[in-house]
């Protein structure tokens, strides 16, 4: 196996420098690579960005959802990463034919991403974890590339302006951008919500989402391995690469709320968390509890709750009260004056939302009527980020403040040295 350090001819590169050849890259590939027609047979070309196990996924899915696709690239910035998700993906009979990666289109490094969008691909995976996410859309977008973008988009507000202005750049050159905000793919859950926008319960007053569940994945640091590649191996654990798990995993919830919501946004947040139970050091410097109140312009609260705990009761809900009635949203269930529940022959037919998004987004590149998940995908990635922001802090955050924040979580070079973790982040006392 390679050395992280053999993967990039330059690993020494500031982030500057990093987010710089993001855009530069890009715009030499748009001057090379062919773009899709709308309508055409031609075989689409697939990148996978993020050899991990969602990216694995992603590349699968994406490789079912049309008749003519190939998967031609994959970067990850581990090399043993990359094998072992190519092996895993050549391993399905379903979709083996459809791959063809040659060596030369195997790309490990920091700088993998812009390497695989160079390589010719017409669609790219965004796989990575979460802090890679605003350079490796930029470039893509810039390259004018169809987007699947996992959730989330970013972990700061700076890394959020970035993704934010490239998504106004996707939607004038009618690019696909599909995001990996999932539930809004899920059939039941569209029924749910497209009833509760149509007023099935009224007015909304509250909101309530909860998302307790237990401990996740950790990988035990071997020998060789820097700082930095510990931590990039082991991202969950790390603020500058998550944005610890309100941010990383709880998004689901918040983005439900912000769907019932009409896709408006709060204007402010207060919140609350700790590190009480998940304090080794192998999990880095995140909270394992966050409580957080979110409140819109017109007065409607979410209440909003998060914990990652062993030996802990598991909750994943989320909860609409109206005028006229509530939803239980993950159970598809409405009561009150409009009584309705979606029909489990219904559900039993609906196809898997992890493939539904990849379906759609193929069809779309086909028919030439792009899918634009962009303004939902980077506002609810800001509105987890203040609720970080808030719990960190002890202070109320509102949605200015997150969004024009200048804590920029990155680290001061991309290469696989030393990196100190920072502190736990102490409410009244943190700036962050």
């Known amino acids: ?159 959020v302006r970035v993704v934010r202005d490239a998504c106004e750049d996707a939607r004038r050159h009618r690019l696909n951008v599909v995001s990996g905000l999932c539930w809004r793919y899920h059939g039941g859950m569209r029924e749910t919500f497209r009833r509760v926008l149509d007023g099935a319960v009224g007015d909304i007053v509250a909101i309530q989402c909860t998302y307790n569940s237990g401990p996740l994945w950790h990988h035990a640091r071997r020998e060789g391995w820097s700082d930095m590649e510990y931590q990039v191996r082991n991202w969950l654990y790390y603020t500058w690469l998550s944005g610890d798990f309100n941010v990383e995993q709880h998004i689901h919830s918040l983005d439900k709320a912000a769907w019932a919501m009409q896709d408006r946004y709060p204007v402010r947040c207060f919140g609350t968390g700790g590190r009480q139970v998940r304090t080794d050091e192998r999990f880095g410097h995140i909270y394992d509890h966050m409580a957080c109140v979110y409140q819109w312009e017109n007065g409607v609260k979410c209440f909003s709750m998060c914990r990652q705990q062993a030996n802990t009761a598991n909750d994943v809900s989320d909860h609409i009260m109206g005028t006229d009635g509530k939803a239980d949203v993950m159970r598809h269930r409405i009561t009150g004056e409009t009584e309705w529940q979606y029909p489990a022959a219904q559900a039993r037919r609906d196809a898997d939302m992890y493939q539904v998004e990849h379906n759609e987004l193929f069809a779309a590149i086909r028919s030439g009527n792009p899918i634009y998940n962009g303004d939902y995908m980077w506002k609810s990635t800001l509105m987890s980020i203040m609720g970080r922001m808030a719990c960190y802090t002890g202070q109320v955050i509102t949605w200015e403040q997150a969004l024009n924040s200048r804590e920029d979580l990155s680290p001061p070079r991309y290469e696989w040295g030393p990196l100190p973790v920072p502190a736990v982040a102490r409410p009244g006392v943190s700036n962050q």
């Open 1 to 159: 196996m390679d050395t992280p350090n053999s993967l990039l001819p330059n690993a020494n590169v500031s982030r500057r420098r990093f987010l710089q050849a993001s855009a530069a890259g890009a715009a030499v590939t748009l001057a090379a690579a062919p773009f899709v027609h709308a309508g055409g047979t031609d075989t689409l070309r697939v990148g996978l960005i993020g050899c991990g196990s969602r990216g694995t996924g992603a590349a699968a899915q994406a490789l079912k959802a049309d008749r003519n696709v190939r998967l031609t690239a994959m970067g990850d910035a581990f090399r043993d990463r990359l094998d072992t998700s190519l092996a895993q993906l050549s391993r399905d009979g379903d979709i083996a034919n459809k791959i063809d990666v040659p060596r030369d289109k195997q790309f490990a490094g920091f700088d993998n991403y812009q390497q695989v969008i160079n390589s010719g691909v017409d669609v790219v995976l965004l796989c990575s974890p979460p802090h890679f996410r605003p350079a490796h859309f930029r470039a893509a977008v810039a390259a004018r590339k169809h987007l699947f973008v996992e959730k989330p988009v970013a972990v700061d507000g700076p890394g």
